[in-house]
């Protein structure tokens, strides 16, 4: 293994420029790493950028943030729709588009055809893991997950998940660059749908629906047990919500796809949410009525 891991890691381009993309590409070029925000559509680029802006200047004004650093940072930055040009120069690449499996293997067999030998391609997905698209690529050792939490610029963790073909210097690149932009990278041995963070939250989310749907307590009450026993922010129904019904309905089905277990199939109560339309915050009513 290397005695520096990041000493060929200068130039970082993130495929997607959503709320999630976005977010990874700032930190990395706060962190002091050229740093791409690339999508297929202008206006997408245009909306990332004008956000970063006004979050960043929101930071400067409550003195979370210098300006000077700021300024440094988004001149660091690269918004573009040239993705292949982009990719060229990359030495860590971190795809952060949309959750279709079918476009993910597409994106990865272009991008392993552009980028130079030693770029490391991640996906930061938590639904779809790696080893289903490092065959679409010559490069399966240099593929993994890097998975980061919402929003990217608060959130400490990143998953780092290797597929069976990821080299051991993969995985210690990514965790050296997770740690290099003020992260707490977490190292997983192999992958399993969810990854470990999201696996916690999902045992949770799953007893807690089961003590609703057998009728033991009611939603607000256990909501409100998770939030003064353990010491929760928020309780499990209150973030579903805010993650949205469709989004925890839709990794349920993925999760089934993955695993064939009846047992990783939505709850009824998620299904008939779901079906309804009540997707919490975003539709105005979920488990909470937000109208």
């Given at each position: 293994?290397s005695?520096?891991?990041?000493?060929?890691?200068e130039?970082?381009?993130v495929i997607?420029?959503g709320a999630?993309?976005?977010?990874?590409?700032?930190?990395?070029?706060?962190?002091?790493?050229?740093?791409?925000?690339?999508?297929?559509?202008q206006?997408?680029?245009?909306?990332?950028?004008?956000q970063?802006?006004?979050?960043?200047d929101r930071?400067?004004?409550?003195?979370r943030?210098?300006?000077e650093?700021?300024d440094?940072a988004?001149e660091?930055?690269?918004?573009?729709?040239?993705?292949?040009?982009?990719?060229?120069q990359?030495?860590f690449?971190?795809e952060?588009?949309?959750?279709?499996?079918?476009i993910?293997?597409?994106?990865?067999?272009?991008?392993d055809?552009?980028?130079?030998?030693?770029?490391?391609?991640?996906?930061?997905?938590?639904?779809?893991?790696?080893?289903?698209?490092?065959?679409?690529?010559?490069r399966?050792?240099k593929?993994?997950?890097?998975?980061?939490?919402?929003?990217a610029?608060v959130?400490?963790?990143?998953?780092v998940?290797?597929?069976?073909?990821?080299?051991?210097?993969t995985?210690?690149t990514?965790?050296a660059?997770?740690?290099?932009?003020?992260?707490?990278?977490?190292?997983?041995?192999k992958e399993?749908?969810?990854?470990?963070?999201?696996?916690?939250?999902?045992?949770?989310?799953?007893?807690?629906?089961?003590?609703?749907?057998?009728?033991?307590?009611?939603y607000?009450?256990i909501?409100?047990a998770?939030?003064?026993a353990?010491?929760?922010?928020?309780?499990?129904?209150?973030l579903?919500?805010?993650?949205?019904?469709?989004?925890?309905?839709?990794i349920?089905?993925?999760?089934?796809?993955q695993?064939?277990d009846?047992?990783?199939?939505?709850?009824?109560?998620?299904?008939?949410?779901?079906?309804?339309?009540?997707y919490?915050?975003k539709s105005?009513?979920?488990?909470?009525?937000?109208?």
């Amino acid at each position: 293994m290397s005695e520096n891991p990041l000493q060929q890691i200068e130039h970082v381009t993130v495929i997607g420029a959503g709320a999630m993309g976005s977010q990874i590409a700032m930190v990395c070029a706060l962190a002091g790493y050229d740093t791409d925000v690339v999508d297929i559509a202008q206006e997408a680029v245009d909306r990332a950028a004008e956000q970063l802006h006004s979050r960043m200047d929101r930071d400067v004004s409550k003195g979370r943030r210098t300006r000077e650093d700021v300024d440094a940072a988004f001149e660091r930055m690269t918004f573009s729709t040239d993705r292949d040009e982009c990719a060229a120069q990359a030495d860590f690449v971190i795809e952060a588009a949309v959750e279709d499996l079918t476009i993910k293997r597409q994106v990865f067999a272009e991008l392993d055809a552009v980028c130079p030998e030693h770029t490391i391609l991640a996906t930061n997905s938590s639904n779809i893991v790696s080893s289903r698209v490092a065959d679409a690529t010559n490069r399966p050792e240099k593929v993994c997950n890097v998975h980061f939490f919402n929003p990217a610029l608060v959130m400490k963790c990143v998953e780092v998940v290797p597929n069976p073909a990821t080299s051991p210097e993969t995985v210690e690149t990514a965790m050296a660059l997770a740690r290099s932009i003020g992260k707490e990278p977490v190292q997983l041995k192999k992958e399993v749908p969810g990854f470990v963070a999201n696996r916690l939250l999902g045992a949770l989310r799953t007893e807690a629906l089961k003590l609703y749907e057998d009728g033991v307590a009611d939603y607000e009450d256990i909501d409100v047990a998770a939030k003064t026993a353990l010491n929760h922010p928020m309780g499990p129904f209150e973030l579903m919500d805010m993650v949205g019904i469709d989004v925890v309905y839709l990794i349920r089905l993925a999760e089934y796809e993955q695993t064939g277990d009846p047992a990783s199939l939505p709850a009824e109560s998620i299904r008939e949410k779901y079906e309804a339309g009540e997707y919490g915050r975003k539709s105005g009513r979920g488990w909470y009525d937000y109208e």
